[in-house]
C-alpha cells in the first residue's frame, strides 16, 4: 500500500502482504519448510538463491498477477543470507483513477520526468556482517542478483551479460 508523506511514496509491505514478515524468518531459519512453500503458494511468490561472490542471496518476487495493489508491491526484494533487505525494485506503474487523483495535487507540486525503457538494474552495498571486509557494490536485476545472465544476443555469452552492459553504459557517460 502506498502512503504519501511531504510528496514521497513509501510501501508497506506489511499491510500488502501480512505473512511477509514470516516468509522472510523462513527464508532463512527453515528453507525448505512446509509452511515457507506453502505461504510462497498462498501468496503467489517466488523465492530463488544466487550466489554472487562469496555472498548467497535470495530474491523474492511475485509471479505475474493481478493483484498489483498487494503482492504486486514485490517486484524483486533481494535479502541477504541474514534477511537484510539489500535492495528493493520499485513496483509496476499503477494508473490511478481520476478519483485518486482528484485535489490530490497542485500544478506546482507535479513533475514530469522522462521514463526510459529497459532492463531495470538496481545497485546495493553490501558490508558483509558490518565489516568492510568483502564489502562491495552488487548489481540485481528483477530476476537474479550479480547480473551475470545471458539476455537475447548475438554476442558471446561473456559479452552480453547484463553486468557488462551495465559497466559499458556506464563508461560510456563518464
Aim: aromatic residues 8%.
Amino acid at each position: 500500500m502506498a502512503t504519501e508523506q511531504s510528496n514521497k511514496w513509501t510501501y508497506d509491505l506489511k499491510c500488502a502482504a501480512p505473512d511477509i514478515l514470516r516468509a522472510f524468518s523462513l527464508m532463512f531459519h527453515d528453507p525448505q519448510s512446509d509452511e515457507l512453500q506453502s505461504l510462497l503458494k498462498k501468496s503467489n511468490l517466488t523465492n530463488k538463491k544466487w550466489k554472487s561472490g562469496s555472498h548467497v542471496y535470495s530474491i523474492l518476487k511475485y509471479i505475474k498477477c493481478d493483484e498489483l495493489q498487494t503482492v504486486g508491491l514485490l517486484r524483486s526484494v533481494v535479502l541477504d543470507q541474514h534477511g537484510k533487505i539489500m535492495a528493493y525494485s520499485p513496483p509496476k506503474c499503477i494508473a490511478p483513477s481520476a478519483d485518486e487523483l482528484n485535489g490530490r495535487f497542485s500544478d506546482d507540486k507535479i513533475r514530469v520526468e522522462e521514463f526510459v525503457e529497459g532492463t531495470m538494474i538496481n545497485v546495493f552495498y553490501h558490508k558483509p556482517n558490518g565489516q568492510d571486509e568483502g564489502a562491495g557494490w552488487e548489481l540485481a536485476t528483477k530476476s537474479c542478483v550479480g547480473a551475470n545472465i545471458v539476455f537475447h544476443s548475438v554476442h558471446k555469452k561473456s559479452e552480453a551479460t547484463e553486468s557488462n552492459q551495465a559497466t559499458q553504459a556506464t563508461e560510456s557517460n563518464q
